[in-house]
């Protein structure tokens, strides 16, 4: 278990690293808060987490890990698509679309696929 804890203070550590860098020395625009989505998050949890549970009694110990990264990726998957939606939804034009609403909208994507992968290495053994 202390394998576990100490990988995933490594991945938030270098995340985290990693971000600030960007932000700081690449040049790129934005700061930490566009990482943060509560929405986004609560979706992908919600959503990936209610696909497992329903199909959890079909699965044997080891497979369940491997379900829970596939149901969170695929929940990424989808609230980016409700993102989407709801950014050309208010939109009357292409040009219109592409502000900072894609950005907010694959955050999801990126919540489904590290939750998932972390859940996944502290269910197996």
Same mark, same amino acid.
Not at 83 to 110: E, F, P, Q, R, Y
């Given at each position: 278990?202390?394998?576990?804890?100490?990988?995933?203070?490594?991945?938030i550590?270098?995340?985290?690293?990693?971000?600030?860098f960007a932000l700081s020395s690449e040049g790129a625009s934005g700061s930490f808060a566009m990482f943060l989505s509560p929405p986004s998050f609560i979706f992908v949890v919600g959503v990936g987490g209610g696909l497992t549970y329903m199909r959890?009694?079909?699965?044997?110990?080891?497979e369940l890990g491997k379900s829970i990264r =596939? #149901?969170?990726a695929l929940a990424g998957w989808l609230g980016f698509l409700v993102g989407i939606i709801?950014?050309?939804?208010? =939109? #009357?034009?292409?040009?219109?679309m592409s502000s900072g609403g894609l950005s907010a909208a694959s955050i999801t994507i990126l919540y489904g696929y590290l939750a998932g992968?972390?859940?996944?290495a502290f269910m197996t053994n």
């Amino acid at each position: 278990m202390n394998n576990k804890i100490l990988g995933l203070v490594v991945i938030i550590v270098f995340a985290i690293g990693a971000i600030a860098f960007a932000l700081s020395s690449e040049g790129a625009s934005g700061s930490f808060a566009m990482f943060l989505s509560p929405p986004s998050f609560i979706f992908v949890v919600g959503v990936g987490g209610g696909l497992t549970y329903m199909r959890k009694h079909t699965f044997k110990d080891e497979e369940l890990g491997k379900s829970i990264r =596939s #149901d969170f990726a695929l929940a990424g998957w989808l609230g980016f698509l409700v993102g989407i939606i709801l950014m050309g939804a208010g =939109s #009357d034009s292409i040009v219109n679309m592409s502000s900072g609403g894609l950005s907010a909208a694959s955050i999801t994507i990126l919540y489904g696929y590290l939750a998932g992968a972390i859940i996944e290495a502290f269910m197996t053994n």
